[in-house]
C-alpha cells in the first residue's frame, strides 16, 4: 500500500475513490478525472431510481462503463466492488480523521441538501432529519457504523488483486499534495506501457 508521497507505477486508467461517507469521495473523484483525462460517473447516479429504489440496470451500467479504456467512480455498494476491484488499476484510499474531519462534514452537507430541498440523483432528496433516529441507514448512522470498516477490507484487497495499486491518504493536506503532485508526474511520465485491459 502506497502513501501520498510515494510514486505510482504506472499511469492510472481506472480509478476508484474509496471511504467513508462525508470524506469528500466523489469531489476528488471528479477531480482524478481531470487530471487522468478519463470520464467521471457517480456511482450514485446509477444506483438511485426515483424515491430512492435502486435501479434494476444498477450493475449492468457498471460492467458497461468499467469495459471502457479509462474512468474514475467511487468505490461503493457490495455488489459493484468486486467488480471495481478487479477493474481497476488504482484504488485511492480516503482515510480522514472520522471525529475531527468526516463526521462534520457529512452532517453540515445532509443538512444542507436537507435545508435547501437539492436535488440529488433522479430527482431525490434527502429526508426530513429526524429520520436520523428512526432509519438505520441514514446517512449519518451509515457514515458512523461503517467508519471502521474499511482498515480490514482494503488491505485484503492487495492480496484478491495484485494488480490494485493501492493508495492511502490520511489527511485533506496528504490528498491535496498527492492529487498535486504524484498524480500528474504518473500521468505525464506513464511507464512506456498500456495498463491491463478490464477483465
Known sequence: MLSAADALPHRPRRVAVAGVSGTGKTTLAA???????????????????????????????????????SWTTEWQYDAARPILSERADL?????????????????R?????????EPL????VEPPLWTIFTDPEHII?????TRRRYRQS?????????????VRLRSQREAEHWLATILPDAVHAG??????APR
Do not use: C, K, M, Y
Open 31 to 69: 477531480r482524478i478525472a481531470v487530471v487522468t483525462g478519463g470520464t467521471h460517473t457517480e456511482i450514485d447516479a446509477l444506483f438511485h431510481g426515483p424515491d430512492w429504489v435502486p435501479r434494476p440496470e444498477f450493475l449492468d451500467d457498471v460492467l458497461t462503463f468499467t469495459a471502457t479504456e
Open 91 to 107: 484504488l485511492v484510499w480516503l482515510d480522514l480523521p472520522f471525529a475531527r474531519v468526516t463526521l462534520p462534514r457529512v452532517v
Open 109 to 117: 452537507r445532509t443538512i444542507t441538501r436537507r435545508a435547501r430541498r
Open 121 to 124: 440523483w433522479n430527482g431525490n
Open 141 to 145: 448512522r451509515w457514515a458512523i457504523s
Open 154 to 166: 482494503i488491505p485484503e484487497l492487495e492480496g484478491l488483486h495484485p494488480q490494485l495499486v493501492i
Open 191 to 196: 511507464d512506456g506501457r498500456p495498463a491491463p
